[in-house]
């Protein structure tokens, strides 16, 4: 079932709670295998008509599962639409696809005019502090488990991949999560296949939205705070062997071997680092 949202208003005709009410009769009416949501051409709207969607799937556990609910999101996906995002992404079990939203998950929002006083020009100016996650845990996006986008041929075409890539996704073939998943495998000291998942996964298209680069140096040096030296090294080898053009990468992977004492090849990473940055 293919739902495509355009904006969190109300509709001339019909109310979204109406929307929803006739949305999820169907659902409970019908053998519903899977529901996927699009929001790519939602700008906005008001916030406080999420709540008859939220609700109606956390009361459907058969559609709020994993590998039966996916949502589309998008560049134009921001606004009221980010705060719907930001719930999907909270209290449902939605598998995200397509591109990374066009908004901040914690974000200024709502406007007021203002009248420049030398051009005399009305502009209009975000005021309300919308706050929807932790302070550690706000990005300046909303990143998809699954990286999708429409090419301009496929867009004249009348052709949609990310819609096919929603309808025919089989979980059981695919890793939702890759660094959830290679934090496991590091946990439970499973090396060898850590590596073999690391080196296939980072040069998979699905995930080519990822920065895993930035993921791997952010654990390495989590580790290395915590005196982890051995753990610290392991990622920051791993990683210098998948991106062995990264300044940063080497810049880090040599602090983490002066801190476990290896000097002469920390500077030799050190140099490395300083040969790639020119």
Not at 85 to 104: D, F, R, S, W
Not at 111 to 126: E, F, G, M, R
Not at 150 to 171: C, G, H, Q, S, W
Not at 220 to 232: E, H, R, S
């Amino acid at each position: 079932m293919y739902v495509r949202q355009s904006s969190v208003f109300n509709h001339n005709s019909e109310t979204l709670e109406g929307f929803y009410k006739r949305l999820f009769a169907f659902i409970d009416t019908n053998e519903v295998e899977k529901l996927v949501y699009d929001v790519r051409l939602n700008g906005g709207g008001n916030n406080y008509n999420n709540p008859p969607l939220i609700k109606g799937l956390l009361a459907r556990p058969n559609i709020n599962k994993r590998g039966a609910f996916y949502y589309i999101i998008g560049r134009n996906t921001f606004s009221a639409c980010q705060n719907l995002t930001n719930e999907i992404e909270n209290y449902t079990e939605a598998i995200m696809i397509g591109e990374a939203t066009a908004e901040n998950k914690n974000f200024y929002g709502d406007t007021s005019p203002v009248v420049l006083p030398k051009s005399k020009i009305k502009a209009y100016l975000s005021f309300a502090w919308w706050q929807d996650m932790p302070q550690w845990e706000n990005k300046d996006a909303t990143i998809p488990h699954f990286g999708k986008e429409m090419t301009f041929d496929e867009y004249r075409n009348n052709e949609d991949p990310v819609l096919d890539l929603a309808m025919k996704m089989d979980i059981d073939n695919v890793i939702i999560d890759p660094m959830d998943h290679f934090t496991k495998l590091f946990m439970a000291g499973k090396m060898e296949q850590l590596a073999k998942d690391t080196a296939r996964i980072v040069k998979d298209p699905l995930y080519a939205h990822i920065p895993f680069n930035k993921e791997f140096n952010r654990i390495g040096k989590l580790l290395l705070k915590q005196g982890q030296y051995d753990g610290a090294l392991y990622v920051y080898n791993m990683t210098a062997k998948l991106y062995p053009d990264s300044p940063e990468i080497w810049k880090s992977f040599g602090e983490a071997l002066q801190a476990a004492g290896k000097v002469d090849d920390a500077k030799n990473a050190f140099a490395k680092a300083k040969q790639l940055h020119k």
